[in-house]
């Protein structure tokens, strides 16, 4: 069965014609385009030290002469839409800086090599915020630096997360002891916001739930896995009305 690119191929009009030359041009320019881009990054990186694999990758590839399916023209263009089938190279990737960070392999915490944009300028110059901090363009070895001092940090926070998940741990055995009544005791994130909303963060915490929808959070120091409360919401206490409160005060104060 023919689709209707294929029966249009037969029956083109000078407009669709033109329509597709300017496709295919259009699709050659950004394909060599990308393909000198990845050339290009990938020979002045080696050329100032960086290796490929540990600090970038090339994942540029291309294959040429694919049959593809396309819609062309519509309300923005000089010609109604229509489909038709065109062989072009087909193209993905391109060249990636590399660095370290603390990632989670099989249920395992360990250091994963991360990819990140980066680009260069007219003076030789590469931009990389992730790694610089800032949009500020540096020279090639400043920033061969700096990923090599990050990729060390990385280490010690590896360090710092295994001693914090061991400390979480820890804390869970305690609380599912202390509370054998709750239907969970589970390590989760709280959104804390601050007065400043750009210095807001998330923060670690366990929280043991109960069955009437009450629930305990608990806050556990990192470093030396002290448990301190940090929420209690009870459920029966935050359900009284004003006048429940007063008389359960009057109750209490007539008991003295």
Sequence with gaps: MKTEG?????????????????YLNNHDFHFRNQKGDAEKKSQFLLENGFI????????????????ETVS??????DVEEFETELNVTKYQGGVFLLHDAVGEVDG??????KSTWFSLTSEGKIECSSIVGSYRSVKPATLLRKLVEQNEAVKDHLVLANRKDNHFNSALVTLK???PNAVSVERGSE???????????TTDVITVAFEDGSYIQYDVNSFSGEIKIR??????????????KVNN???RLAKV
């Design 6 to 22: 294929q029966q249009l191929e037969m029956f083109l009009t000078v407009e669709q014609e033109q329509t597709i030359e300017r």
């Design 52 to 67: 490929e694999g540990e600090h970038f990758e090339n994942t540029f590839t291309f294959e040429e002469n694919v049959t």
């Design 72 to 77: 062309l023209g519509g309300r923005w263009y």
């Design 108 to 113: 395992e915490r360990q250091i994963v090599k």
């Design 177 to 179: 002891l202390e509370f």
């Design 191 to 201: 959104w804390v916001r601050t007065s400043n909303w750009k210095n807001s963060y």
């Design 231 to 244: 929420k209690v919401f009870d459920k029966v206490v935050e359900s009284l009305t004003s006048q429940d």
């Design 249 to 251: 005060l009057k109750d």
